[in-house]
């Protein structure tokens, strides 16, 4: 195919309607930051849930060797363990539960607080110290009475902790940042859909005279539409690049700079957080700028 | 080369049909002149074989397939089989005489040296020779019209179709524009051409079909513009 017609198309398109593409993009900026600030605060509020449990779940600590607990005696033993198991599956009003080790609630301490503060010979804390826990999911975290009650008498059990009246408002707060973000994502998204399709039916108009030719000599859809794609292309990668050069700022120069060593009551989200909300936030583009294309160059170089 | 059978079409919000129930079959090689009143169908009937409109009922076959049934990803397929002219030029102001030319097969995805090879080849046929690097309005109107012809030949079409190519311009220079079509024809091309030119008819002597309100009332083997007395 001869791509040579179709660059120099892009190229003139894109000067063409310049002041339409800028418009395309700053809305797009913006838009995809929030949709990306959202995706960042959702991962945020996993990597807490993680480490706190989530709205849905209670903590069941089971014995150590020096546990703060009198009543306990040694580590829980196997049979004390099965049976705690036992009455937590038996529960109606459990959804599910997995056990952690000692070992991965080490690993968590040494996330939260740093791998380096636990090298060298004095760490403050070892995994032998930590507790081992079963983590319960409940059906409905109204509902969590009859579960505790069964549990915190068992043998081998040094307490249940339910941190949700805690964790609530803090969850809440995030939630309500998350949708708000996306709340006014949804305006500008569908503020760059309208932009976006302006600026095909003024590139379509300008282009009339060529596009009647194309259609008349037996040029084929895809030929005739690929110049609008790659504008639309070109203006939402632009914008992704802005979005993603934001959300990796925020990530840097807030959460990685300066959160992370300052508050240390949850683990932090990672690169990888970043890589997610770049990729959904590319989809998203390519979703908003092409779809309106293909939707709309159908309708005006109808064959 | 061409087969109306029992066409009609009504456009849409139009109570009277633009065409009704017309039969006309044109032979491969053929010259027709396609006369009639304004309003009278012609256009009409044109785009139907370009296929930029379906019949409303009827069918219309072109080179042997029935193309109201093609689907549409294969209507560029047909219509590069077409070269197509008009009244008005229809060409790219921004464009040389060649690029213009050249434009056409570039979309249809033809290779640089075949564009090479074929555009100048082709002004020469139309009578352009050295005049590929100017602007369309750095030339007269029977020379932009020539321009409008390579461009619908370029690509060697079985069809050619011209709709008044010849209205926007003087006798003298219609005529030298129909001796251009005639040899066009005489290379093997089918021409299907509608028009008001009572003189160019009259003159060539071709087959005509004369429309009035939809309907052919005469298809004539030798004819002349209007009616033999
Ligand atoms: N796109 C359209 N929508 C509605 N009606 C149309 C359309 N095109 C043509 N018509 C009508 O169809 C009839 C035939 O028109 P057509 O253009 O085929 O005539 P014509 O013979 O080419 O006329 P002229 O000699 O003026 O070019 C006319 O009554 C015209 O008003
Ligand atoms: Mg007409």
Redesign the interface.
């Known amino acids: 195919?001869?791509l040579?017609?179709v660059f120099s198309e892009l190229g003139q398109g894109l000067r063409r309607n310049l002041s339409m593409h800028v418009a395309v993009v700053l809305t797009l900026f913006v838009s995809l930051t929030l949709v990306g600030l959202g995706f960042l605060l959702n991962e945020q509020t996993k990597e807490a849930e993680d480490y706190w449990g989530s709205q849905l779940q209670i903590t069941v600590f089971l014995c150590t060797e020096n546990d703060p607990n009198v009543k306990c005696v040694s580590d829980v033993t196997d049979a004390q363990r099965d049976a705690v198991l036992k009455v937590v599956e038996d529960n109606p009003e459990v959804a599910g539960h997995h056990e952690e080790s000692k070992q991965e609630a080490f690993d968590k301490v040494k996330k939260l607080l740093g791998e380096d503060l636990f090298e060298g010979p004095n760490p403050p804390a070892t995994a032998e110290a930590m507790q081992e826990t079963v983590w319960i999911e409940l059906k409905d975290p109204k509902e969590y009475e009859g579960i505790v009650s069964a549990v915190i008498g068992l043998d081998g059990v040094s307490g249940v902790r339910d941190l949700r009246d805690e964790l609530d408002p803090i969850y809440s707060s995030i939630d309500a940042l998350k949708y708000g973000a996306w709340g006014i994502a949804i305006f500008l998204v569908l503020a760059a859909l309208l932009l976006v399709g302006n600026t095909i039916r003024l590139a379509a108009f300008a282009r009339r005279?060529?596009i009647?030719?194309?259609?008349?000599?037996?040029?084929?859809?895809l030929?005739?539409t690929l110049p609008f794609l790659l504008e639309a292309l070109v203006t939402a990668l632009i914008g992704v690049a802005l979005a993603a050069t934001a959300l990796l700022s925020f990530w840097f120069f807030v959460i990685d700079q300066q959160v992370r060593g300052k508050i240390r009551i949850t683990p932090w989200i990672g690169f990888d957080a970043v890589v997610g909300a770049v990729f959904w936030v590319t989809v998203l583009a390519v979703v908003i700028s092409v779809v309106p294309t293909l939707l709309l160059t159908r309708k005006y170089i109808k064959? | 080369m061409i087969r109306f059978e029992k066409v009609t079409k009504t456009y849409a919000g139009q109570a009277r049909a633009a065409l009704d129930q017309i039969n006309v079959d044109i032979e491969k090689g053929e010259f027709v002149f396609l006369v009639g009143t304004s309003g009278s169908g012609k256009s009409t009937f044109l785009r139907l074989v370009l296929r930029e409109y379906r019949p409303t009922s009827g069918r219309v076959y072109v080179a042997g397939k029935e193309i109201n049934r093609l689907a549409g990803w294969k209507v560029p397929g047909l219509r590069r089989q077409i070269g197509t002219v008009f009244q008005d030029f229809r060409l790219l102001p921004n464009k040389t005489v060649s690029e213009n030319v050249a434009f056409a097969l570039q979309v249809i995805g033809r290779s640089r040296s075949y564009i090479d090879k074929a555009v100048p080849e082709t002004l020469d046929l139309v009578g352009l020779d050295g005049k590929g690097d100017r602007m369309p309005d750095e030339l007269s109107g029977g020379e932009q019209q020539r321009v409008a012809i390579a461009r619908a030949y370029v690509n060697r079409p079985m069809i050619l179709i011209a709709d008044e190519p010849t209205g926007n311009l003087d006798p003298t220079t219609s005529v030298g524009i129909m001796k251009l079509l005639d040899r066009i024809n005489r290379a093997g091309t089918t021409v299907l051409m509608a028009t008001h030119d009572a003189g160019i008819v009259d003159q060539m002597r071709k087959r005509v079909v004369e429309l009035e309100d939809g309907v052919v009332v005469r298809d004539q083997t030798r004819g002349g513009y209007g009616l033999e007395q």
């Open positions: 195919m001869h040579r017609y005279k060529e009647g030719i194309m259609r008349l000599v037996g040029a084929s859809s030929y005739i064959v």
